[in-house]
């Protein structure tokens, strides 16, 4: 475990760096090249102590020794100039090991004070080399302090759910293991330490192997050999796409005793040089987030998709060996998204690798991201051994989901942990699994989760609910509300007493809640409107608006009264039910979809009879259940309206500078409106690229015209005016476009981006011709002017909008979940399947 003493150096480096470097990670860059150049040193002097001669700080080099470094004679200035020589030459030492000339490759130091730098070097000073693994556990203190790599879309996988991940998939002495987005290695270093404690005499003498927090006691790792140990080096590899943590987890493996550790700065999505490296075991919590325009990977990948986390899970599927198990975390995309390449990943995961999804709760990841996740466990074998798909939902991981992460004592993992290792030890051995016993569990037989075609993969929605159906009984509905109240409940107020007005118009679509507009006097709309009162349930009983879902509850309505459309049904409960659990229940698509067939009339004017209504069955929980629910619904809903007013909202904005030189299209763009090739839709063959209009796609087609990065802009339509949607769009990658948009080609994408954001926040009006027909013609759009500032404020700009738009995104997800927690919710009182 770390020691205070060591912790406290650390920390007191930092306190040094942060006045000039804020940034964690150039902080942690920092602290690791220093530390490394200390170490070289130490062990130089290690081996003239023990009669050898100096080895990294030898030859030309010898002028760089820490031990010159910090002879008090130097002043300040002049160590400064030797530390700044020292880094940027050390990648050249042809007397050092080639992982620390990749650790000093474009070192350099990012700040000009030769005070900051010796206090920081005299507290660097105080570390000793000694290849213990004390100096390890401080190297992961010290990369705890990098938290997120959001900008890439990673997020440091907290060490409690690596550590459960690593006991769930029990990586062996003489398995190769392999994290494809490595990061800073905590996976691999994980997976070292397990095998090393399942491989000490003091560990197997206990009893229970139990899934605990954290490393638990040192172990000696006696039982294994020093061929062991050098095949176990050589069996654990990471990739990572980024140099920066290449260079960590190098550090950090070589800390914990690896002296060639295998981690390679590689591309897994786009390059094949490693393509036929398999592995027994597969760790990973792989980016979430692609760039904008996707991935364009290459074409040995059975899924076609651009999308980041598609493909790093086909990837480790495809990459296990026919023996290999895997572990890996994934968005809640993965789990339930519509888009084809979602549906054909969850297909093959299901026929051919999937035996568990472990559900893990929203902030796992704070303070960094509220992302939900889930762990996708899979294993060839028991994957052909079983016809069922083990989910197991977490809901407490052992610490509170603030951005604080205080630890608690509720934590669900270890018998999570402790309930899919029995599960595969039934699997593997034909003993039966005792699920009863685990409430966070279910079983989902393959069959019914490919029968809808989606392969969705969140658990809950297969699990059979009825016990509601024999705890809470069924009423009538007539039975606990009365359906139109008489008019002449009002006989002894005044004709002149205001009242709310309501037309059907005021009644908002799926939501509960509607806000009275008008009012009007009692004696103006008690002859011809319908009557009802604050608490009130209307409900639209004529096509189309029953269908689209208009329906309310009354509220705040003057004088508690108000009057609406002679086409409302008004429901008044009794003090059996809550006006909230009554509109909830004619909401259900049970009731919904039998009311439509059992409307009257004919065109377009049908309406549901009274008589279905009053008679139409409702489960119906005690007062106290219904408030809980309402409760819970309602603050589902306040998700949902504030994720709801930041995308209504939300649009992006340049903050335009008065100095930026102004240039117009033309000079900035190269048109390529000769390319373009309008197709009829009888001669269009249906293909996989997109076939682009002036509002974006409008079909797809078997070939292409463009191969490339362009900006599409539209050249017609009522929505050059309008604006109800976005007209300037970036297309990337294979794609046609038909004669309706023009397109544009940029010399970067940054500026390409820039142009989209602007054009799109503008008014274009002064621009287009024509009456009836809106056109924006070339000529027009060449004239446009964009205020355009250098290159790096570009990428500034692009960057900090296309975060603002993530978040955006991210809200749009989070509508679409927790409206179908609502769902889910109200479904599982009338005994139907739930979803998470």
């Known amino acids: 475990m770390l020691d205070t003493e060591t912790k406290s150096r650390i920390d007191a480096a930092r306190d040094i760096l942060v006045g000039k470097i804020p940034n964690p990670q150039a902080q942690v860059e920092q602290i690791t090249i220093a530390l490394i150049y200390k170490f070289m040193d130490d062990m130089d002097t290690e081996a003239e102590e023990l009669g050898g001669k100096r080895k990294f700080f030898s030859g030309s080099y010898r002028e760089y020794s820490w031990r010159n470094l910090m002879t008090p004679k130097l002043g300040g200035h002049e160590v400064f100039k030797l530390y700044v020589d020292a880094i940027q030459k050390m990648n050249l030492n042809p007397n050092i090991p080639q992982l620390f000339r990749d650790i000093f490759k474009n070192a350099y130091l990012p700040y000009n004070d030769p005070e900051t730098l010796r206090s920081f070097l005299k507290t660097i000073n105080e570390f000793n080399y000694d290849h213990s693994e004390r100096l390890g556990d401080a190297f992961e203190y010290l990369l705890s302090i990098l938290g997120s790599q959001g900008d890439a879309g990673q997020f440091r996988t907290p060490r409690h759910i690596i550590d459960f991940m690593v006991y769930i998939t029990d990586p062996k002495k003489n398995e190769t293991i392999l994290d494809p987005a490595c990061g800073t290695a905590g996976f691999l270093i994980s997976s070292y330490k397990h095998i090393v404690k399942n491989n000490s005499s003091d560990y197997l003498k206990k009893k229970d192997y139990s899934f605990t927090f954290g490393n638990g006691d040192r172990f000696t790792g006696d039982k294994l050999t020093p061929d062991d140990r050098k095949k176990l080096a050589a069996n654990i590899k990471g990739f990572d796409i980024s140099p920066d943590m290449v260079r960590l987890s190098l550090v950090n493996l070589y800390l914990h005793g690896f002296a060639e550790p295998k981690i390679f700065e590689y591309d897994t999505l786009t390059s094949e040089d490693r393509w036929n490296e398999y592995a027994n075991v597969i760790l990973a ?169 989606d392969f969705n993969l969140s658990g809950e929605r297969y699990r059979e609910i009825t016990k509601h159906l024999h705890e809470f009984p069924s009423v009538r509905i007539k039975e606990v509300c009365y359906l139109n109240p008489k008019k002449s409940l009002l006989t002894d107020k005044s004709p002149d007493l205001e009242v709310s007005f309501v037309p059907m118009a005021d009644i ?249 954001i602007f054009i799109n926040s503008i008014s274009i009006k002064e621009f287009i011709t024509g009456s009836a027909q809106p056109k924006l013609n070339q000529q027009a759009l060449n004239k446009i002017p964009i205020p355009l500032p250098p290159l790096e404020v570009q990428k500034e700009i692009v960057a900090r909008i296309e975060r603002e738009q993530e978040l955006v995104n991210a809200n749009k997800e989070l509508i679409k979940i927790f409206e179908s927690k609502i769902k889910s919710k109200i479904s599982s009182v009338w005994g139907e399947e739930e979803s998470l």
């Not at 198990?325 to 993965?334: C, K, Q, S, W």
């Not at 409960?573 to 979809?593: A, T």
Request: hydrophobic share 35%.
């Open 285 to 453: 919590n792989p980016p979430f987030m692609s760039p904008k325009g996707g991935i364009r990977p290459h074409k040995k990948f059975s899924i076609e998709s651009s999308r980041s986390e598609v493909l790093f899970v086909d990837y480790i599927a495809e990459h296990l060996t026919p023996l290999g198990r895997a572990a890996v975390i994934v968005p809640e995309g993965i789990i339930f998204q519509s888009g084809t390449a979602y549906k054909s990943l969850r297909k093959m995961l299901v026929e051919n690798h999937l035996y568990a999804v472990v559900s893990l709760p929203a902030g796992v990841f704070n303070p960094y991201s509220g992302v939900k996740t889930s762990i996708l466990l899979m294993d060839k074998t028991l994957s052909k051994r079983t016809e069922n798909i083990l989910f197991a939902k977490v809901e407490n991981d052992g610490f509170d989901l603030g951005a604080q992460r205080r630890a608690n004592t509720k934590g669900e993992l270890p018998e999570t942990a402790k309930a899919i290792k029995e599960y595969k030890e039934s699997l593997a051995t034909g003993k039966n699994f005792p699920i009863e016993n685990y409430p966070n569990l279910l079983l989902a037989p393959k069959s019914k989760i490919s029968e809808s075609g």
């Open 508 to 756: 908002n679509e799926n939501n509960i809640s509607f806000k009275p507009r008008d009012k009007k006097i009692l004696k103006e709309v008690s002859n011809s409107y319908t009557y009802f009162e604050d608490g009130d349930v209307l409900l639209a009983r004529v096509t189309p608006c029953f269908e689209n879902g208009k329906a309310g509850i009354a509220r705040n309505l003057i004088n508690g009264i108000g009057f609406g459309s002679s086409e409302f049904y008004v429901f008044r409960p009794n003090e059996k039910i809550l006006s909230e659990w009554l509109y909830f229940c004619v909401m259900h698509p049970r009731f919904k979809n039998n009311a439509i067939l059992n409307m009257t009339g004919t065109g377009g004017l049908q309406r549901i009879p009274r008589s279905y209504i009053e008679n139409f069955q409702i489960p119906l929980p005690p007062l106290e259940v219904q408030k809980e629910i309402v409760a819970e619904i309602e603050g589902y809903q306040k998700i949902i309206d504030g994720a709801r007013q930041i995308v209504d909202n939300y649009k992006p904005r340049i903050n335009i500078d008065p100095n930026w030189p102004v240039k117009y299209l033309i000079n900035i763009a190269e048109n390529l409106d000769s390319k373009r090739i309008p197709i009829t839709k009888s001669d269009r063959k249906s293909g996989k690229f997109p076939y682009y209009g002036a509002s974006g796609i409008v079909d797809y087609v078997e070939e292409y015209i463009f191969d490339e990065d362009i900006l599409l802009v539209s050249e017609d339509g009522a929505n050059l005016l309008a604006r109800s949607t976005p007209i300037a769009f970036s297309v990337s990658g294979k794609s046609w476009v038909n004669n309706h948009s023009h397109v544009l080609k940029f010399s970067n994408i940054e500026t390409q981006k820039l142009v989209e």
